[in-house]
């Protein structure tokens, strides 16, 4: 009898034991702390956009595509484990206007989350270009948006110091500096665009005279031209008046005229450009080719032989077959204090393969002034207008 009571003791002790360690045990499990967004997120015509989190300052900031509707959106948000947020996920909201989310963590921990959502514009181009002279008349410019280059042809009397062109942008974007305030075309502008969303691009205005020649296509048999030897213009109905120049042995037979500047444009580029052409040529021979050439001068020079620095030449002559029209160009650099350019055309010759009586050809002739070997190289390629026969 004294064993069996023994045991229900021993029975009873060791049950009480095993319960007591239990609720120790469950006493040490805690709950859980944590109380982030992991991840914040619209998904838009199929693409996902996730927000950038930080947890330190607790902030969420989305970019969304421009003119996205921001007044009823459904984000997707991951939290910790065992948290609640709210408002809910998936729950629509107006992001128009900064939201607050609040993740509450399994042991009543809070921690709230300031969502911005934006949709802005990421362009930033100039969409349009007009400048009007001071009779309102709209000046000749072309854009070019390949380059973000403005060219503005401009005459000998206008003033450049204080031009107001008309520039239209992308939406929500700003220019720099600002066009209304007035320009001075006396030197290349740079424009900076910025987008509604930061991002900056910038276009380039430059200004470039009109055809500098005085009677540029030779009407009344060359007025205002030197025409030395036997040379002379046919004048056409159809097409643009041809100079035409024959050279034979021992002579020396030009066209020139000379370009008085009425503004300072040291440093600057001349262009000289045409379109030539003649009636013979022998391989390996520059005879008979027609080319231009010149040469500036101002108060760098000096009497006397001319300097081999003012002569504007080369990479100015005719290199295709006989008859057919091949537009010639180069862009020379100005002096500080040029105050003339000398324009001339010629045929040229080599030893040995003396001038015969050929016929070179030239027309539309062009002299002109820009800021940049660039600028002349753009209008070249996409402005002149070369014809052919």
Request: net charge negative; charged share 25%; hydrophobic share 35%.
């Given at each position: 009898?004294?064993?069996?009571?023994?045991?229900?003791?021993l029975?009873?002790?060791t049950?009480?034991?095993?319960?007591?360690?239990a609720?120790?045990?469950a006493?040490?499990?805690?709950?859980?702390?944590?109380?982030?967004?992991?991840?914040?997120?619209?998904?838009?015509?199929?693409?996902?956009?996730?927000?950038?989190?930080?947890?330190?300052?607790?902030?969420?900031?989305?970019v969304?595509?421009?003119k996205?509707?921001?007044?009823s959106?459904?984000?997707?948000?991951?939290?910790?484990?065992?948290?609640e947020?709210?408002?809910?996920?998936?729950?629509?909201?107006?992001?128009?206007?900064?939201?607050?989310?609040?993740?509450?963590?399994?042991?009543?921990?809070t921690?709230?989350?300031?969502?911005?959502?934006?949709?802005?514009?990421?362009?930033?181009?100039?969409?349009?270009f007009?400048?009007?002279?001071?009779?309102?008349?709209?000046?000749?410019?072309?854009?070019?948006?390949?380059?973000?280059?403005?060219?503005?042809?401009?005459?000998?009397?206008?003033?450049?110091?204080?031009?107001?062109?008309?520039?239209?942008?992308?939406?929500?974007?700003?220019?720099?500096?600002?066009?209304?305030?007035?320009?001075?075309?006396?030197?290349?502008?740079?424009?900076?665009?910025t987008?509604?969303?930061?991002?900056?691009?910038?276009?380039?205005?430059?200004?470039?005279?009109?055809?500098?020649?005085?009677?540029?296509?030779?009407?009344?048999?060359?007025?205002?031209?030197?025409?030395?030897?036997?040379?002379?213009?046919?004048?056409?109905?159809?097409?643009?008046?041809?100079?035409?120049?024959?050279?034979?042995?021992?002579?020396?037979?030009?066209?020139?005229?000379?370009?008085?500047?009425?503004?300072?444009?040291?440093?600057?580029?001349?262009?000289?450009?045409?379109?030539?052409?003649?009636?013979?040529?022998?391989?390996?021979?520059?005879?008979?080719?027609?080319?231009?050439?010149?040469?500036?001068?101002?108060?760098?020079?000096?009497?006397?032989?001319?300097?081999?620095?003012?002569?504007?030449?080369?990479?100015?002559?005719?290199?295709?077959?006989?008859?057919?029209?091949?537009?010639?160009?180069?862009?020379?650099?100005?002096?500080?204090?040029?105050?003339?350019?000398?324009?001339?055309?010629?045929?040229?010759?080599?030893?040995?393969?003396?001038?015969?009586?050929?016929?070179?050809?030239?027309?539309?002739?062009?002299?002109?002034?820009?800021?940049?070997?660039?600028?002349?190289?753009?209008?070249?390629?996409?402005?002149?207008?070369?014809?052919?026969?």
């Amino acid at each position: 009898m004294k064993k069996f009571t023994f045991l229900i003791y021993l029975f009873t002790i060791t049950s009480l034991t095993l319960v007591s360690c239990a609720d120790d045990d469950a006493q040490d499990i805690e709950e859980s702390s944590a109380n982030l967004i992991v991840s914040f997120s619209f998904d838009i015509d199929s693409e996902t956009y996730t927000g950038t989190i930080d947890d330190t300052n607790n902030t969420i900031n989305l970019v969304l595509p421009f003119k996205t509707e921001l007044t009823s959106l459904s984000p997707t948000i991951d939290i910790s484990t065992k948290a609640e947020v709210a408002p809910l996920s998936g729950e629509a909201q107006n992001f128009t206007d900064a939201i607050i989310y609040t993740v509450t963590a399994e042991n009543g921990d809070t921690r709230t989350y300031t969502v911005n959502v934006i949709a802005p514009n990421t362009e930033n181009f100039i969409t349009a270009f007009e400048l009007k002279d001071e009779n309102d008349q709209v000046i000749k410019s072309f854009f070019d948006e390949e380059s973000s280059t403005i060219l503005v042809e401009y005459t000998d009397v206008l003033d450049l110091t204080n031009l107001v062109p008309a520039i239209s942008i992308s939406e929500n974007a700003t220019i720099t500096p600002n066009p209304t305030d007035g320009l001075d075309l006396s030197n290349d502008i740079i424009f900076t665009i910025t987008s509604e969303s930061g991002e900056i691009k910038e276009y380039r205005l430059a200004g470039y005279t009109d055809n500098l020649l005085k009677n540029p296509t030779g009407e009344n048999n060359g007025e205002f031209w030197v025409l030395d030897g036997d040379v002379g213009v046919t004048e056409s109905v159809n097409t643009s008046n041809i100079f035409f120049i024959i050279s034979q042995e021992d002579t020396y037979d030009a066209i020139e005229q000379t370009i008085e500047f009425t503004r300072d444009f040291g440093e600057k580029y001349v262009m000289f450009l045409g379109d030539l052409t003649t009636e013979k040529v022998v391989e390996g021979s520059i005879t008979r080719r027609p080319y231009f050439w010149g040469y500036q001068k101002g108060t760098f020079s000096t009497d006397g032989e001319l300097a081999i620095e003012e002569v504007l030449q080369s990479n100015m002559i005719h290199t295709e077959d006989a008859n057919v029209w091949e537009g010639v160009y180069d862009a020379k650099p100005l002096f500080e204090g040029v105050e003339s350019v000398l324009f001339k055309m010629a045929q040229a010759s080599m030893n040995g393969d003396p001038q015969d009586g050929t016929k070179s050809k030239y027309r539309d002739i062009e002299v002109r002034v820009f800021e940049s070997k660039e600028d002349a190289d753009l209008y070249v390629n996409k402005l002149y207008r070369q014809t052919a026969e």
